[in-house]
T-cell receptor, first 113, second 112 residues
């Protein structure tokens, strides 16, 4: 079946550096993508989303890039801080799936002081 | 603040003893979801409600049931919890026609 997956399970980043988290998806009909941050023992927290008619969207210290040609999504975090340590999930939705999201496997980001 | 609330945050039950988890929301969203999340895994959708219309995922065991008495509340009932049902259970909401789902803090279920 269709799936969304991540390349790296764990990413160690020096505080102050930029982080890049990657996500591959396989459903060419996906039209909406979203990134969540999940801290230990908490529910996923919305970070940023993007629709398939865009290739870049920026938020506060975060940027999402979408490359539909190679079905690749990335989340960039600028000036990574200790509070950014968490597991990050990408998820996608296609119009045929109604409101259902398909989640990727998650990447753990560890920020080193 | 508008939010998704889950109670209890931690639940311990015995093998085979029915348990109910609760979710409430003040967002007035018409779609509510229940996910199961095991350690180091992505959330797995169990079922969702669009208003009172229940939508079960094909691979959700019959052991898992849900009730939505009104817009604000949704319950997850596990009729006979097994050791394999120990997990974090997440409730989420969205407004039909929009795509963003908002999650609650989760209930950590332990089965003894």
């Amino acid at each position: 079946g269709e799936s969304v997956g991540l390349h790296l399970p764990t990413l160690s980043v020096q505080e102050g550096d930029n982080s890049i988290i990657n996500c591959a998806y396989s459903n060419s009909a996906s039209d909406y993508f979203i990134w969540y941050k999940q801290e230990s023992g908490k529910g996923p927290q919305f970070i940023i989303d993007i629709r398939s008619n865009m290739d870049k969207r920026q938020g506060q210290r975060v940027t999402v890039l979408l490359n539909k040609t190679v079905k690749h999504l990335s989340l960039q975090i600028a000036a990574t801080q200790p509070g950014d340590s968490a597991v990050y999930f990408c998820a996608e939705k296609s119009g045929a799936a109604g409101n259902k999201l398909t989640f990727g496997g998650g990447t753990r980001v560890l920020v080193k002081p | 603040d508008a939010m998704v609330i889950q109670n209890p945050r931690y639940q311990v039950t015995q093998f085979g003893k029915p348990v109910t988890l609760s979710c409430s929301q003040t967002l007035n969203h018409n779609v509510m979801y229940w996910y199961q999340q095991k350690s180091s895994q992505a959330p797995k959708l169990l079922f969702h409600y669009y208003d009172k219309d229940f939508n079960n995922e094909a691979d959700t065991p019959d052991n898992f049931q849900s009730r939505r008495p009104n817009t604000s509340f949704c319950f997850l009932d596990i009729r006979s919890p097994g050791l394999g049902d120990a997990a974090m259970y997440l409730c989420a909401t969205s407004r039909w026609g929009t795509d963003t789902q908002y999650f609650g803090p989760g209930t950590r279920l332990t089965v003894l």
